[in-house]
């Protein structure tokens, strides 16, 4: 009897969180990790890569990285905007740059019938938090 307790509670645990993992998802960018390597030449940092994907008229939550970040827009336009500066559309083959701990206010789809892809590169620590999201 202990043996089943023992067993349900860590696969009632991973049910409730592939479900909260799941609605989350629905309601947010898909979020594609590319690539994350150590990087040999600066010890102790990491190389992330990710692909974001907004279907139309999508958008992120307010949020700040602990890390730097670099902003690719694949295809579409996205609209980002960091504390301090004003909104701006970017459009495929535009980039952007994030200071570590900036925080990034608005980041959204600028289209309401198109879909909009970036590729986002960061370079953290490993025990940094690759997205925090902002209390306002």
Not at 122 to 136: A, D, F, G, H, R
Request: glycine residues 6%.
């Amino acid at each position: 009897m202990n043996v089943l307790r023992f067993c349900a509670a860590p696969l009632v645990a991973l049910a409730l969180t592939v479900s909260a993992s799941a609605f989350a998802h629905d309601a947010s960018e898909k979020i594609t990790v590319l690539q994350d390597q150590m990087l040999k030449n600066v010890p102790g940092e990491k190389a992330l890569m990710v692909e974001v994907d907004y279907k139309p008229g999508q958008a992120s939550i307010a949020h700040k990285h602990e890390g730097t970040v670099m902003a690719y827009v694949l295809s579409g336009a996205v609209t980002s905007q960091v504390k301090g500066e004003d909104a701006k559309t970017y459009k495929a083959g535009e980039f952007w740059y994030e200071p570590a701990g900036a925080e990034h206010l608005v980041s959204k789809n600028a289209s309401k019938t198109k879909p909009a892809k970036l590729l986002v590169f960061m370079v953290l620590s490993p025990e940094q938090k690759v997205l925090i999201p902002l209390e306002n």
